[in-house]
């Protein structure tokens, strides 16, 4: 027992101390845009972290490229603009919609159709399975059961 | 007859996907640089940190960058491929020295043999973010013009030498 807590407690210290060290600017407006724009910034090492999370060197690396655009009074365009030029679109969690990135956008959306499509087409033919099956008489009598049989509950 | 075709059109469909997802290579991150002119930068020589090289010393001619580290696993592994295929000097190869110690450097070239014409130092790994190095060793080949005209992430293996590298500068040597 006093063993699991130890080891217990060892996670919570390393939590703390992966913890990944950001810069800090001067204003907070300008903090707010640098955080917004490495939370934005796929690591390319690592390549499901932005550079907001990782630890890797080369994140490392391209946090004190933002700052330093940042404090050279560059904007977020100017440094997504920046970042595509040397690392392409792949840099960017929210990818431009172009040709290349149409499947990525409109993908969720094909599928979505494709499901609805499935969907009335199931219910479709379970209805007109249904009707096929009851004809006029046994319509009737079903509706005569139905009908005593709420007498009954009554 | 109609119940049995769904999953199977299904399967396939999903064994396709399934099936290009294995040839994928999601470390391989295609460059913007191809056929755009190559990030200039000025930086000093390894072996004399007053003097600098920079791409447009190298106009005119066919040249290849190598971006390595002496801390880098796999340009260990790369650097025997080099030190052969530099032998053949069939164009002149530039080392990039990315983020590394130039003592540690230097010794890695003393002891394992130097295939570079000329090596230069990204000490804090600028150069690299300009030219969109994501990570060692890369190898860029860069035409007459100045252009990028092939990126290889990884380690360069004698065959992407053969099937590669060196048809693509017997090629960009015939261009003017």
Same mark, same amino acid.
């Given at each position: &027992? ?11 210290? *390393? ?24 939370? @934005? ?27 330093? &655009?940042? !404090?050279?009074?560059? *904007? ?13 679109? +792949? ?48 319509? @009737? ?12 509950? *009554? | ?9 299904? +399967? ?10 294995? =040839?994928?290579?999601?470390? $391989? ?34 040249? !290849? ?11 260990? @592994? ?59 060793? $890369? ?11 092939? =990126? ?25």
């Amino acid at each position: &027992m006093f063993n699991r807590l130890i080891v217990f407690l060892f996670f919570l210290v *390393s939590a703390q101390v992966y913890a990944v060290d950001t810069h800090q600017l001067p204003n907070p407006e300008q903090q707010k845009t640098y955080e917004s724009i490495i939370s @934005e910034l796929r690591c390319l090492v690592c390549q499901n972290q932005t550079i907001a999370d990782s630890n890797a060197e080369l994140a490392a690396d391209l946090r004190r490229q933002v700052y330093d &655009m940042l !404090m050279q009074g560059k *904007s977020k365009d100017e440094i997504h603009q920046f970042m595509t030029e040397r690392y392409g679109d +792949f840099v960017l969690y929210n990818p431009p919609f172009k040709a290349k990135t149409g499947f990525l956008w409109l993908g969720p959306v094909l599928f979505l159709v494709i499901g609805l499509i499935m969907i009335i087409w199931f219910i479709r033919r379970k209805k007109q399975a249904t009707v096929a099956v009851v004809d006029k008489d046994k319509q @009737e009598k079903v509706r005569r059961l139905l009908a005593s049989d709420n007498e009954d509950r *009554s | 007859m109609f119940k049995y075709i769904i999953p199977l059109v299904l +399967f396939i469909v999903l064994a396709v996907f399934l099936a290009l997802g294995l =040839k994928l290579k999601p470390n $391989e991150i295609p460059s913007p640089l191809l056929n755009k002119p190559a990030p200039v930068f000025s930086a000093p020589k390894l072996n004399d940190s007053n003097v600098k090289l920079s791409p447009t010393d190298l106009k005119g001619k066919v040249w !290849m960058l190598n971006v390595w580290a002496s801390w880098c696993v796999s340009c260990r @592994e790369e650097h025997p491929v080099l030190n052969q295929f530099a032998q053949q000097k069939v164009v002149t190869l530039i080392g990039l020295n990315y983020k590394d110690d130039p003592v540690a450097a230097k010794n890695w070239l003393s002891t394992l043999g130097n295939p570079y014409n000329d090596s230069v130092m990204d000490a804090d790994g600028r150069i690299g973010i300009d030219w969109g190095v994501y990570g060692v060793p $890369e190898t860029f080949v860069i035409d007459k013009q100045g252009i990028v005209r092939y =990126k290889h992430t990884g380690p360069v293996t004698e065959d992407d030498v053969n099937t590669k590298f060196l048809r693509l500068i017997d090629k960009l040597q015939a261009e003017s």
